[in-house]
């Protein structure tokens, strides 16, 4: 499995940027995927994940309301819209998959990982 994580960058508060994970190397009809974040000196945290078969997203709560994880199954690709940024979301993103239909929030249960992109939100 492999994961490409892309779209990060430098914006100011209150803007908004896309996230995108693009996923190979299996069958993800039966994959949960995952954002999460590192901001400097933190640990690791969830952000959002999304079973590929659908159902209901799940979020943490400092971005429910803000971010949005959605997937386009044609093209193996799980996006992170993130609207309203605040300067404590600036972290690098990194974006995960499991094998499964339940989510978990602990990092340590994602087997897969990209290789993060930087968001970076001044104010």
């Known amino acids: 499995v492999q994961l490409q994580a892309s779209g990060g960058g430098l914006v100011q508060a209150g803007d908004s940027l896309r996230l995108s994970c693009a996923a190979s190397?299996?069958?993800?009809?039966?994959?949960?995927m995952g954002w999460f974040r590192q901001a400097p000196g933190k640990e690791r945290e969830f952000v959002a994940a999304i079973r590929w078969s659908g159902g209901r997203p799940y979020y943490a709560d400092p971005v429910k309301g803000r971010f949005t994880i959605s997937r386009d199954n044609a093209k193996n690709t799980v996006h992170l819209q993130m609207n309203s940024l605040k300067p404590e979301d600036t972290a690098v993103y990194y974006c995960?998959?499991?094998?499964?239909?339940?989510?978990?929030?602990?990092?340590?249960?994602?087997?897969?990982w990209g290789q993060g992109t930087l968001v970076t939100v001044s104010s």
């Open positions: 995960a998959a499991r094998e499964g239909i339940v989510i978990y929030t602990d990092s340590h249960l994602y087997g897969y």
């Open positions: 190397g299996a069958t993800f009809s039966t994959y949960v």
